[in-house]
């Protein structure tokens, strides 16, 4: 079975632009949640998307959004890009559904660097 | 709120010691549940173990074991006869009725030949 494949696994982009990332989950999996990684804030959620909705979400501003498409497979932009957004962005599959028990599978990251 | 507290930020230790990862949480929820990942250098989360908040036994798998305990709010997590491959860094994680996984801040776990 194929794990979770993020890319691109590094984007280096300039203050101001955007930036799409993509994550396609595991086979049958229906969630697929976002977070970021810093050294100075360590890990923190963005948001959870669920059979094509978002389901919840973390406390990052607007510029942070994303969406689900019909095969699970789950994309989030950032806008407006700033120096401070440089971070590693990791995507997590699960089964989903109203069960919050089950672990999630995590991809490799995409490392974003804003210069 | 929950939050999940990993007191120590780095630990080092020659290999074949034994060494213990702390974890503490808080939560309101009465059924949650709580995740150890291990992080290597790659930037990969690795799965190691879920428990659930009603099931209080401990749980050794090969070289690693977990301790759960309720009363004092802790999930820690011992290896035992390190190996340098264990180097890494160490996460503990809490999800409640919240969906969402909410994270320690790691302990970077170094094990010296």
Redesign the interface.
């Known amino acids: 079975k194929a794990g979770v494949t993020q890319t691109p696994r590094y984007l280096i982009k300039t203050r101001g632009q955007q930036v799409t990332l993509s994550c396609s989950p595991i086979s049958g999996h229906r969630s697929v949640s976002w977070y970021q990684q810093t050294p100075g804030q360590g890990l923190q959620f963005l948001f959870e998307y669920f059979s094509e909705t978002q389901r919840n979400k973390g406390n990052f501003p607007g510029r942070f959004s994303g969406r689900q498409f019909s095969n699970s497979r789950s994309e989030m932009n950032v806008s407006t890009l700033e120096l401070g957004d440089s971070a590693l962005y990791l995507c997590a599959s699960s089964l989903g559904g109203e069960d919050y028990n089950t672990e999630a599978f995590f991809g490799q990251g995409t490392r974003l660097t804003v210069v | 709120a929950q939050k999940v507290t990993q007191a120590q930020t780095e630990i080092s230790v020659v290999e074949k010691e034994d060494v213990t990862l702390d974890c503490v949480y808080e939560t309101r929820d009465t059924t949650y549940?709580l995740?150890w990942?291990k992080q290597p250098p790659?930037?990969?989360?690795?799965?190691l173990i879920?428990r659930?908040s009603f099931d209080e036994q401990n749980e050794i798998s090969g070289r690693y074991s977990w301790n759960f305990q309720k009363s004092t709010s802790s999930f820690n997590f011992t290896i035992t006869a390190s190996q340098v491959v264990d180097s890494a860094v160490y996460?503990c994680a809490l999800?409640?009725?919240?969906?969402?996984?909410?994270?320690?801040?790691?302990t970077k776990l170094i094990i010296k030949p």
């Open positions: 549940y995740f990942y790659s930037g990969e989360l690795v799965f879920r659930n996460f999800r409640d009725s919240n969906y969402q996984l909410i994270w320690g801040a790691g």
